[in-house]
């Protein structure tokens, strides 16, 4: 069983920065691939960064120059660090993970619970 944890989440006032952390545990015999999606009141869920397993990144347009993603792979971490926060930026971040649990099986997205940015003007 796969299971990713986020924390880091709080309360800031645009122009501070956080970095928010997802562990991986279980069964991963294959991570293809971690990202951060978030949604806030109202929106759709989005994705705002992704990692592959080779390294390559991918932002969204709104984030980039801004937020970082990462990984420690000797941890099962995953990281995004977020500077210059807007109020914009406000919701709920979700960590993602596209992983093939076991030799044979299907890779699956599996999501973490959620931690909650509000950035305050």
């Known amino acids: 069983q796969v299971q990713l944890v986020e924390s880091g989440g709080g309360l800031v006032q645009a122009g501070e920065s956080l970095r928010l952390s997802c562990v991986t545990s279980?069964?991963?015999?294959?991570?293809?691939?971690m990202g951060w999606y978030r949604q806030a009141p109202g929106k759709q869920r989005e994705s705002v960064a992704s990692?592959?397993?080779?390294?390559?990144?991918i932002y969204a347009p709104s984030v980039k120059g801004r937020f970082t993603i990462s990984r420690d792979s000797a941890k099962n971490t995953v990281y995004l660090q977020m500077n210059s926060l807007k109020p914009e930026d406000t919701a709920v971040y979700y960590c993602?993970?596209?992983?093939?649990?076991?030799?044979?099986?299907?890779?699956?997205?599996?999501w973490g619970q959620g931690t909650q940015v509000t950035v305050s003007s």
């Open positions: 993602n993970g596209r992983i093939v649990a076991a030799p044979g099986s299907y890779e699956r997205d599996y």
């Open positions: 279980g069964s991963t015999f294959n991570i293809i691939s």
């Open positions: 990692i592959t397993s080779g390294g390559s990144t």
